[in-house]
C-alpha cells in the first residue's frame, strides 16, 4: 500500500507544473477528453487482464494519476472558458457540490459493487464512467482554442517559474490554503481512522458517517458560497475558512463522543467548502487564462506534497507521542503556520 501511495503521488510531485504549462499550451476541451479515455483504457486493463505482478499494477496506478495531471489543471481552467466572470462562483460551487456528492457516492457504491459482484466488475463498472465522461465532455463548447503563441517562453521548468511570479496577494491565498487543509485532512486520516476503528467495534461504520457528515458540510458550504459570498472579502474568506476548517481535526484526540466528533467533522466540512470555491473562483479571475492550468498544477502539486508529508508526519508523531497527544499537537502546528504564512498581505 505505502508503494501504491508512492505511485500515486511522484507524478504530480516531480512533474505537476511542467505538465501545467504544456496544458496551458494545448486545447483544454480535448486534454479533457483524451485523460478520460485513456484512464478509462488503463482501469479497464486492470480488470480485464489476468492477475498482473504487483510491479505492473504499480505501473498502471502510475500512469492512471500521470493523466490526472492534465485532467485536473484543465478541467479548473476551462471554468472560466466557458462561464462568464459574474458566475464564476455559481460555476464552482456547482462543480465542488457535484464532485463531493459523486466522490461519497463512489466509495459507497463501490464498496457494494466489489462485496456484491467482485472488485473485477466494480473495476469495468469505473472504466465505464470515465469513457462515458470522455463522451459528454466532447460536447463542451468553448471560444478559446490553444494559447501556444501567447506563452512566453518554452516548455520547461523556466516558464513555471515566470509563471509563479504571478502568485500573490489573493492567488497566494488561493494556492496555499487548500494545501494546509490538505494536510490536516492527512493527519486526520492516518491517526483519526485508526483510533475510530481502534476504539469501536463498528469502526469502518462510524468512519463512514463521520466522510458522510464531513461531505455533507461541503456541500452545505459550497451551496452557501454560491448564494452568498462577496468576492470583495475572499481573502478573508480563504484566511478564516481555512482555520476553520483545520481546528475540528484536533476533537479526533480530545474527545471519543461520537457526536461532538460528528459535528466536528461537519463544521470542517462546511468551512472547506468556500475555501475550494474561493481558491478556484480567485485563480480564474487574477490569472490570466494561458497561465491558469500550470498555476492550478502548482496548487494540485503543493496538495499532493503535503498529503505525504503530513501521513509520514502523522504516523512518526503517534509512535512518539501516542495518537491523541499527537493529533492535538500536530493540528496547533498546522494552525500556527498557516497563521504565519497565510496571513492576507493584499
Known sequence: LSKLALAMTLPSLALGPLVGTLVDRANRKWVLVATDAARGILVLSLAVLPILPLSMVYVIVGLLYFANLFFLPARCAIVSEIVQRNHLVRANSVLSIGATVATLAGFAGGGIIAATMGWRFALVIDAATYIFSAAVLTA??????????????????GT????????????????????????????????GVSMIEKNYQQGTMYVGFMVGLSGLGMTIGCTMTARLLDLSTRTRTMFIGSFICIAPVAMLGLTTNMILLGFAMLIAGLAAGPVFVTSETTVQEDIPRRRQATVFAVRDMLMKGV?????????????AFGSRQAIVILTGLILATAALILRPQE
Not at 463542451?140 to 521548468?157: D, L, N
Not at 511570479?165 to 491517526?191: D, E, N, Q, W
Open 140 to 157: 463542451i463548447r468553448t471560444g478559446y482554442g490553444h494559447y501556444g503563441s501567447e506563452m512566453a517562453g518554452s516548455f520547461s521548468f
Open 307 to 319: 498529503m505525504a508529508g503530513g501521513s509520514w508526519l502523522a504516523a512518526s508523531a503517534a509512535l
Open 160 to 191: 513555471v517559474k515566470r509563471i509563479l511570479r504571478c502568485i500573490h496577494g489573493p492567488t497566494r491565498l488561493a494556492v496555499l490554503a487548500p494545501a494546509f487543509m490538505t494536510m490536516a485532512g492527512s493527519i486526520a486520516y492516518v491517526i
